[in-house]
């Protein structure tokens, strides 16, 4: 399916149209993500609660079948100052799929940007939920944790 307005929101049922959200989003912020990745759990799992403070970077998916949390990207190096706050859709389910993108230093395959955008499984809405500037270093590392 491709992405569907549905009065101010977006509308897929597929990871392509998350990605295709969160690009969109990403230009509009001048900040244009160019590399991306879906998060899944170690046990196989697609779906998470996602919690996030973006003030201080961080952000965490807790698996809806095995339960275990997850620090996405960088979050490890500054979860101890972080008040994580957990996310919910319009439609107020909590269980999302979850696509990363970052954009990078112009020249370099150093993050500059992270976005987290979800697209929720009750009713199909996608969107950025979190986003902050991000000195990661190598985007393909970073991407390898989310």
């Known amino acids: 399916m491709a992405l569907t ?3 101010e929101f977006w509308y897929g049922t597929t990871s392509g149209d998350t990605q295709a959200e969160l ?7 001048r900040h244009e993500a160019l590399r991306f990745a879906s998060s899944q759990c170690d046990c196989g799992c697609r779906t998470f609660a996602l919690q996030t403070n973006e003030e201080a970077g961080v952000a965490i998916r807790t698996c809806t ?51 987290i955008a979800c697209r929720c499984v ?19 590392a970073f991407l390898a944790k989310v």
Not at 23 to 29: D, K, T
Not at 130 to 140: L, N
């Open 23 to 29: 690009r969109s989003y990403s230009v509009a912020n």
């Open 65 to 115: 079948d095995c339960g275990q949390d997850h620090l996405m990207g960088d979050s490890a190096d500054y979860v101890d100052d972080a008040v994580p706050e957990a996310h919910e859709c319009v439609c107020e389910n909590e269980v999302f799929e979850l696509v990363s993108g970052v954009s990078v230093y112009e020249g370099t395959h150093d993050v500059c940007w992270y976005y």
């Open 5 to 7: 307005k549905k009065g």
């Open 122 to 140: 009750e009713c199909n809405l996608v969107g950025v939920f979190a986003d902050w500037k991000c000195e990661a270093g190598d985007a393909a």
